[in-house]
């Protein structure tokens, strides 16, 4: 009997090693990690120069308080990810998760505001579905009703807008019509809220298991700047799954050219060495709340010389092997490949994503986008038939269908082409037995 408990009940094999894009299980089974975990490996596994980069700072100091020393692996770690960033974003807070990113970004938001004058401001709009976190913070942002509803009675509701999902609605992804019809719906919430009382919006930039790796429409991402700016709410972007250079980018807003005020990363910043994460914010932003006393607001393990080696080698490793434009480049084949798929399977209804932050739909029937019937929730059975393929997908378990049967296909930057060979034929495989 095992003393873990988890979500899934699923039985999982013991696993035993992984190197590069494959996992081994205690009775030598090989698994390819085609999702990178719950996209989070990007570099792969046992990567040796980040297990190097371990071992020399575990030589030196695993662990010393924030508040009782800076580290040199912190201080060359944060100027990394603000030379990475894009103008502005100059100031970094470490933390060890996506969850904890999130809560940073949202209080450092309120603490901005109650500094400089706007403490009316506090309703953080956040869109429909989405996913930003476990913890209570975070998940009142959330939209996803099967992970929230049990704990609605202990949460503040904040505001949701629907997410830009024009492939469900029939609209056209390329019109800019399409971006503003749905960037409309944020401003018209700003107004039925009271502008004097939004605090920030908060966005995926490219969606992860909610939406199954959302794009916006053409015109979204500037239109959404431009209100936020109108009423002087804060641009937070959760990038805790699509930065880090999954999309190609260090941050998917880069792909807009959208300067948000504040994002928060995790995942593939540790990468799977480490729990480790960061909210990023404007350096005004952190200046005002500093020059009041300071951010209230803290993680004990978070900034850790361990974890901030490991992320520094990382980061290191992304540069060295220009694995943003590898992962630009060969997610561009597996995308491509995916594609095809749909002449072959008349159940897949859309392929989206950028970069290798990748996924496709199931549908019951293409042209109306109806998804698959309930008793068709076969969909995790898709997952189940990869796995007993050897390869690794990602599925978020919708229970009632409505955010999408989506399956993530998103293997590590590091995969080359005939890699995604390799994944496409054991995909296929299980796509057959599922049809
Ligand atoms: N935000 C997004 C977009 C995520 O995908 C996730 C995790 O899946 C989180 C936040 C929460 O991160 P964590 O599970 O590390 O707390």
Known sequence: MSHLFYLSTAARPVLNRAEGIYMWDRDGRRFIDGSSGAMVSNIGHSNPAVLAAMRAQMDKSTFGYRLHFETEPGERLAAKVAALSPAGLEKVFFVSGGSEAVESAVKLARQWAVVT?????????????????????????????????????????????????AYLDGLDMEDPATGAHYAAMLEAQILAEGPGSVLAFIQEPVGGASTGALVPPAGYMQAIRTICDRYGVLLIHDEVMSGG??????????????????????????????????????????????????????????????????????????????????????????????????????????????????AFELVADRATMTPLPPAMKAFDTLVELAYAEGLIVYSRRTRGGYAGDHVLVCPPMITTEAQVDEIMDKLIRALDQFA
């Open 117 to 165: 004058g706007q403490a009316q401001r506090w309703k953080v709009i956040s869109r429909f579905p989405s996913y930003h976190g476990s913890t209570l913070g975070a998940l009142s942002l959330t939209g996803y009703d099967p992970l929230t509803d049990p704990f609605l009675p202990m949460m503040v509701q904040m505001p949701k807008i629907p997410a830009p999902r």
């Open 245 to 358: 250079g999954r999309v190609g980018t260090f941050l998917g807003g880069d792909l807009w050219g959208i300067i948000p005020d504040i994002v928060a990363i995790s995942k593939g910043f540790g990468a799977g060495y480490v729990p480790l994460g960061a909210m990023v914010a404007r350096g005004d932003i952190v200046e005002a709340v500093q020059a009041a006393g300071g951010f209230v607001h803290g993680h004990t393990y978070a900034g850790n010389p361990l974890a901030c080696a490991a992320g520094l080698a990382v980061l290191e490793e992304i540069g060295r092997n220009d694995l943003m434009g590898n992962a630009a480049r060969v997610g561009a084949v597996l995308k491509s490949r995916l594609k095809n798929l749909m002449q072959r399977y008349g159940f897949i209804g859309d392929v989206r994503g950028e970069g290798m932050l990748l």
